[in-house]
């Protein structure tokens, strides 16, 4: 059986989280590494015990033939390192969610890929992971019956912020029970008021053009079902509040990153009996190694990748899924920019938030921080909040 040999580009956290899933994985070998900043490089080499480091990617991937490439760098930095990495032939790549910052990058990196016969996989890892697997195992099973609604949130951090960092992991996860969503209608306020052109901002961490402080979306699918997600900006982060909750007419299914469970009964009442959340069994690969320093949710999307390569079929969080992703995202913004429902795919694929602007009369966002701590200051001087509430710390996923 072929070993994969995988190069990371970009050293940081989610570089890490990457190259100890490859490196724990039996049929992956993380050949080479790549970053700018050579104290990143020294620290991740050392961890996996890699000696081949680059400060040039174009060196790194002619020196060491990968077969994939991971890009865990800044969303602002997708769509120009993966389109460069795919002047290689041979070559797959794994890139950080969400896959670029509009659909007009997605869509030109998607062609290209699919000229090259190269396979694109967006590292929405929770996809892959035993909590979703489980939950996606129990409704297949008919434990909740007809699918009818799901309910989902955010961590706390500011809305639009938080839709292209979390959202993103929770509408694929959602995709997973649903399909692809065909309508969208949204509202997005920003202190108690529906957000106008001067308040479509550059995201932290390099996510792209975002609005609104607080988001709710309601998402319309096939079979009469529907979702409804929200990122609304809290005083913390509350890591636990990040999931979602599946209803059908026969019970319930929820689904955390860390946490799978199943109500029942379609109708909750404490205390009642029979109405007791139950924990879904997972089922853990006996290959993993819960010693080896991988999360189990990253080991698994390798190990998924691992699989599409050898079957030539597509991840489950293929570039055509993260691009749907990406389509919800926008659809969000632009019906809460509109203040009207969105029809997907979106004929415009510009980034709606921007075009919204323009036709305002206005000219490029201001710029903002891109440290997330530093933003919510600026963000807050802006808008005038109270200085307890700029000091609001969010964390990186």
Not at 43 to 70: A, C, K, Y
Not at 204 to 226: K, Q, W, Y
Not at 244 to 250: N, R
Not at 365 to 392: F, T
């Amino acid at each position: 059986m072929k070993t994969y040999r995988v190069a990371i580009l970009g050293c940081r956290g989610r570089g890490t989280a990457g190259g100890r899933a490859y490196r724990a994985h039996p049929r992956t070998e993380v050949v080479g590494l790549c970053d700018l900043i050579p104290e990143r490089l020294e620290t991740l080499g050392d961890l996996l015990g890699v000696s081949e480091r680059f400060s040039d990617f174009n060196q790194m991937i002619e020196e060491t033939q990968p077969d994939i490439v991971t890009v865990p760098t800044g969303t602002e930095f997708h769509y120009p390192l993966c389109m460069g990495v795919l002047d290689y032939e041979g070559v797959h790549i794994d890139v950080e969610k969400p896959i670029c910052v509009d659909l007009s990058q997605a869509d030109q990196l998607l062609e290209k890929a699919g000229k090259k016969g190269a396979k694109i996989a967006v590292h929405h890892q929770g996809r892959s992971g035993t909590c979703l697997k489980a939950v996606v195992k129990a409704f297949q099973d008919g434990k909740i019956g007809q699918l009818r609604h799901i309910e989902a949130s955010g961590k706390g951090y500011y809305g639009g912020y938080g839709l292209m960092n979390i959202g993103t992991h929770t509408i694929n996860a959602m995709l997973a029970l649903t399909g692809h969503c065909r309508r969208v209608s949204a509202s997005l306020l920003t202190n108690g008021q529906p957000v106008t052109p001067k308040d479509v901002v550059p995201s932290p961490s390099g996510m792209g053009i975002i609005a609104g402080e607080h988001i709710t979306a309601t998402l319309e699918f096939d079979r009469n079902v529907t979702a409804t997600i929200t990122q609304h900006r809290f005083p913390t982060v509350d890591s636990t509040a990040h999931g979602f909750v599946a209803y059908g007419t026969e019970g319930r299914l929820l689904w955390h990153n860390r946490a799978a469970w199943w109500l029942p009964v379609p109708h909750f009442l404490p205390g009642s009996e029979g109405t007791e959340w139950k924990a879904l069994e997972q089922d853990i690969p006996d290959h993993f190694d819960s010693g080896n320093g991988a999360s189990l949710d990253d080991y698994l999307y390798a190990d998924d990748y691992v699989f599409a390569l050898d079957e030539d079929c597509a991840h489950p969080c293929s570039g055509e899924e993260g691009r749907h992703v990406l389509e919800v995202l926008m659809a969000i913004f632009e019906s809460g920019a509109y203040q009207k429902p969105v029809v997907l795919p979106q004929k415009e694929r510009d980034h709606p938030l921007l075009r919204w602007r323009k036709e305002a009369g206005l000219g490029d966002p201001i710029e903002m921080p891109r440290p997330v701590g530093e933003w919510l200051a600026a963000e807050g001087k802006r808008l005038g909040w109270e200085p307890e509430a700029a000091e609001h710390k969010d964390l990186m996923d």
